[in-house]
């Protein structure tokens, strides 16, 4: 059985920082790309990041260039994405997933190109 768990989130003041943990059970994150997204209350679920597997590059959407860092801990099968400079409009449940049909990411991030949901991670910008 996959199951995806993300932590890491919380409350924290503009300008904080974040390191929000996806941690997969039942699959190597190492062989599909792994994308973090984002939902805020009444809006879509948007792909903020991805990591391939394939050559290890990186995408982020241009909100968040700059400010997220993504990253993969092979021998504790998570992968992590680091939020730096938060802001308000950064507050949002965040979720990783991965690509089965994918070692390369693509952007812009679907979200029905990815499977294995978490319950996702809260974290909440506010001062």
């Known amino acids: 059985q996959v199951q995806f768990v993300e932590s890491g989130g919380g409350l924290v003041q503009p300008g904080g920082s974040l390191r929000l943990s996806c941690e997969a059970s039942g699959l190597t994150l190492d062989y599909y790309a792994i994308g973090w997204f984002r939902q805020a209350p009444g809006k879509d679920r948007e792909g903020v990041s991805c990591?391939?597997?394939?050559?290890?590059?990186?995408y982020y959407v241009d909100s968040v260039k700059g400010r997220f860092t993504i990253s993969r801990d092979n021998a504790k099968n998570t992968v992590y994405l680091q939020i730096d400079s938060l802001k308000p409009e950064d507050t949002a449940v965040y979720y990783c997933?991965?690509?089965?049909?994918?070692?390369?990411?693509?952007?812009?991030?679907?979200?029905?190109?990815?499977?294995?949901w978490g319950q996702g991670t809260q974290v909440t910008v506010s001062s």
């Open positions: 990591l391939s597997s394939s050559d290890g590059s990186t």
């Open positions: 997933a991965a690509n089965l049909m994918r070692r390369l990411c693509v952007s812009p991030l679907r979200p029905y190109e990815y499977d294995y």
